[in-house]
């Protein structure tokens, strides 16, 4: 995926992705026991972005490696953690350099666990990311796919965006993995040990039809990104006539089962 779309998307990338704090927290505490970070302290996160996720693995005392391909992520990555340092806190052991993850700049086994947030949708080569991490993560160490919930999205109105490309000889199709269950899946092919982590990590968030339409226009999800520009007009005039047709009102708030998940997989 072009790295100048994140750019773009930058500054209101946490808005768009927020995440549920109970049980970001509970997951973030469950991972920090299996894999204490006393003991397993260097952390590697590739699609590190904005650090919304870098920054809390910090604060329970990993030292966080970060990579990304968008200078914008990384700018605003840059910025929090001045925020946080001039605020009177410490400043995260959170550090982050400009790579892709299919090349990582770092030699075999330099890190104790990897975590991986929605990287692999994004990457078309992603075997080559998660070959990758079992490069420079070592023996016993952790792969870790995190899923933290679907976003200002609903995934109705996504599925009805894809049906309407459809309708107009654009078919979407995976950008990068299908699923974490894929990624897993590839990951004990090259004998890793996968258990998975799920909890009590659900909720129900509420977001209205003009939201998840503002995502699908900005086109802040990847798969938006396979549509022509003319046939993306076309489909958003389709859909917000069929919506509003539907409900009457695009500020209804629409009810959405989530989950936060991750699977860990340990390195042979």
Not at 124 to 138: I, M, N, T, Y
Request: some cysteine.
């Amino acid at each position: 995926m072009d790295p100048h779309h994140f750019d773009e998307l930058a500054e209101g990338y946490d808005e768009a992705r927020p995440l549920h704090a109970g049980c970001f927290a509970a997951a973030l505490d469950r991972l920090a026991a299996i894999v204490p970070p006393e003991q397993h302290p260097e952390l590697i996160e590739p699609g590190i972005g904005t650090g919304r996720v870098a920054i809390p693995l910090a604060a329970r005392g990993y030292r966080v490696t970060g990579v990304d391909t968008s200078a914008g992520m990384l700018a605003v990555l840059e910025r929090r953690l001045d925020e946080l340092e001039s605020a009177g806190e410490a400043r995260p052991a959170v550090t982050a350099v400009r790579a892709d993850a299919t090349a990582l700049p770092f030699a075999d086994a330099s890190f104790d666990v990897a975590v991986a947030v929605n990287l692999f949708y994004c990457v078309r080569p992603w075997k080559a990311a998660a070959d990758e991490l079992l490069r420079v993560v070592r023996r016993g160490g952790a792969i870790v796919i995190m899923h933290t919930g679907a976003g200002r999205s609903v995934p109705a109105v996504d599925a009805r965006y894809r049906e309407l490309a459809a309708e107009l000889c654009s078919t979407i199709s995976a950008e990068g993995a299908e699923s974490d269950e894929q990624v897993a899946e590839y990951l004990a092919s090259r004998g890793c040990d996968v258990r998975w982590e799920r909890g009590d990590w659900t909720w129900t968030g509420c977001v209205s039809l003009e939201r998840a339409l503002d995502g699908l226009r900005e086109r802040r999800w990847g798969f938006t990104l396979q549509t022509p520009d003319d046939v993306h007009a076309r489909i958003l005039g389709r859909l917000e006539g069929e919506l509003s047709a539907s409900s009457g009102d695009l500020g209804e708030e629409i009810e959405v089962e989530d989950e936060l998940y991750f699977a860990l997989a340990t390195v042979g």
